[in-house]
């Protein structure tokens, strides 16, 4: 299935939204992925060794993703930072079952943030954004592997 111009539209509308507080919500996605799966943090190089006793607000690479996009507006993933992407993930030992994880902690993650916004066809579109970067960084990890 293809990224609809609809669908294109509620992702943008919500993302614009939820950008003026990215590095919060970023900060609960990565504690919703902590919740749902706690060994996770292991595989997070930022905080492998941070021990349970640190904020994830000190690390401000929890955020990196959420800001850069509030900066430059860019929600397009060039072919360098997919393949880097691709090579970080293998390299951290990321397997299809950690990316369902992610994929519940962003789309609950994002309900939280806009629930006026919120509907079937909003979570249908955020989960065709994802599952089509999921697939393009799978793919890279093929590469990497």
Known sequence: ?????????LVLRS???MKKDSESIALKFF??????????????????????DV??????????SATQLRKTGDVK???ATLR?????HVKAGVADAHFEVVK????????DAVPEMWSPEMKGAWEEAYDQL???IKEEMKKAA
Request: hydrophobic share 40%.
């Open 1 to 9: 299935m293809g990224f609809s111009e609809t669908q294109e539209e």
């Open 15 to 17: 993302w614009q939204s």
């Open 31 to 52: 504690l919703r992925i902590f919740e749902i799966a706690p060994a996770a943090k292991q595989m997070f190089s930022f905080l492998r060794d941070s021990g349970d």
């Open 55 to 64: 904020p994830l607000e000190s690390h401000p690479k929890a955020c990196e």
């Open 77 to 79: 993933v060039r072919e």
């Open 84 to 88: 880097r992407l691709g090579a970080t």
């Open 104 to 111: 519940t902690a962003l789309l609950d993650t994002i309900k």
């Open 134 to 136: 999921a697939a393009a």
